[in-house]
């Protein structure tokens, strides 16, 4: 695929300019158009780190074909494609990675009135069902708000970034989605991830916010 045939590669470049990553919105121009998230990564073939980068692109694309069908716009964003091509003006090739924007970042819904506690449970609630469905993140927890996002338009969790992410999981939980007036034990309850999303969540040790 020539740098020409894909829409929006200006604005993709100048992001490009800045950083070895980068990832950005489209913005929606009209109810036919959908927004969109698009990560891309430029590497060359002498540098590891971005080799790195590119081999995680293509694995999560590889996961999302194989184990995230069903769930594209229920838990995860719907994903469009990843496209390659060489990028002459810096002498190397660029992966793109194209999918439904998800909405904002776990932090930054946190810090904001919005943060109800129904729409805390909501979040928690989107994680055990997507361990229900086998599915493992294997990146959620504090200091990875990252990875899930919030939509406030349409009330909705999209969990993003599946590069380490595994299928099979058999969730072990024993407890509901719910307020705790203290921490409960890591191990009883059964589910390292699923106590990580909890935790972030504010849902433990008697937490004055609802």
């Known amino acids: 695929m020539k740098e020409s045939q894909f829409p929006g590669w200006e604005e993709i470049a100048r992001l490009r300019s800045d950083s070895t990553f980068c990832s950005s919105a489209v913005i929606q121009s009209s109810n036919e158009v959908p927004r969109l998230a ?3 990564v430029l590497f060359l073939e002498t540098d590891v780190l971005q080799q790195e980068s590119a081999e995680r692109m293509l694995k999560e694309a590889k996961f999302y074909a194989a184990h995230l069908q069903e769930l594209q716009g229920k838990f995860v964003p719907r994903y ?82 599946f590069s380490d992410a595994f299928a099979g999981h058999i969730c072990g939980r024993q407890l509901p989605v719910r307020l705790f007036d ?29």
């Open 38 to 40: 698009v990560k891309g």
């Open 80 to 161: 469009y494609g990843l496209w390659h091509a060489p990028v002459t003006q810096w002498g190397g090739e660029v992966l793109i990675a194209v999918m439904e924007w998800g909405g904002m970042r776990l932090s930054a819904f946190l810090h904001s009135e919005i943060a109800t506690l129904a729409r805390r449970f909501r979040i928690a609630e989107a994680l055990d069902e997507l361990h229900d469905h086998g599915v493992y993140h294997a990146q959620i927890g504090v200091g990875q708000e990252r990875h899930i996002l919030y939509n406030i338009e349409t009330e909705s969790v999209r969990f993003v970034d």
């Open 182 to 210: 203290s921490y409960p034990s890591r191990i009883q309850f059964g589910c390292r991830e699923a106590y990580s999303i909890r935790q972030c969540l504010d849902l433990f040790g008697n937490r004055k916010r609802l």
